[in-house]
């Protein structure tokens, strides 16, 4: 008896058994949640490229793949730094950053090492605006602040729900929280807070 690959063999001769490997890297993409980036597509381009193209991230975890690094540590050219500089310089650069400063004839000065900040250094740290680089997060950005907030509206099996917990327990948010017989759904004192609250401000008159 004939194995699978001899019969194909056979019926016919010429033909070469082989299997074709789908390549996952030109994978199409087809943009459908958000209108912007589906009219600026370049189909003939990569996720990467389009990304890049139209201003936004393609991944948050750092550099991957056939791309340039720049170095940790960057000459300055800079021929004098004073302390106010060097203070600026440290808060500027990352706890694994370094600049290198340099003579004309190339020796090193000085090596400015970024220190990591402290907790109210970042609390305290003023956060600002970063302006658009394409017409395509403009775009967004005001798409983004024109959009409407969907009010959540409590079905009447939630609201008998609450009526429950709340003719039993008040406005003891913990003891709701383990109240094993209502709580069911194992929704912790913050979140049942919140519910409680929304179900008063929709039935207080």
């Known amino acids: 008896m004939a194995r699978p690959r001899a019969r194909r063999t056979i019926k016919n001769p010429g033909a070469k058994v082989s299997r074709r490997i789908a390549n996952k890297h030109k994978k199409k993409v087809n943009i459908v949640s958000n209108p912007i980036i589906a009219k600026n597509w370049d189909k003939k381009k990569t996720l990467r490229q389009n990304y890049e193209k139209l201003g936004l991230m393609s991944t948050l975890n750092g550099v991957a793949g056939s791309r340039e690094i720049k170095p940790l540590i960057e000459p300055v050219e800079k021929e004098e730094l004073s302390e106010a500089d060097m203070e600026e310089l440290e808060r500027s650069l990352g706890p694994d950053e370094g600049l290198i400063q340099r003579d004309d004839q190339g020796n090193v000065i000085r090596v400015i090492i970024g220190k990591e900040k402290t907790l109210d250094e970042v609390v305290g740290e003023e ?38 917990l709340i003719g039993k327990h008040g406005d003891d948010y913990e003891a709701m929280f383990w109240d094993k017989r209502l709580n069911i759904y194992q929704q912790t004192a913050a979140e049942l807070r919140k519910k409680v609250l929304a179900y008063v401000k929709k039935h207080k008159k």
């Open 127 to 164: 956060i600002k605006p970063v302006k658009a680089k394409t017409e395509v997060v403009k775009a967004l950005e005001a798409h983004a602040a024109n959009g409407r907030h969907v009010e959540r509206h409590q079905s009447k099996f939630e609201e008998n729900w609450l009526q429950q």
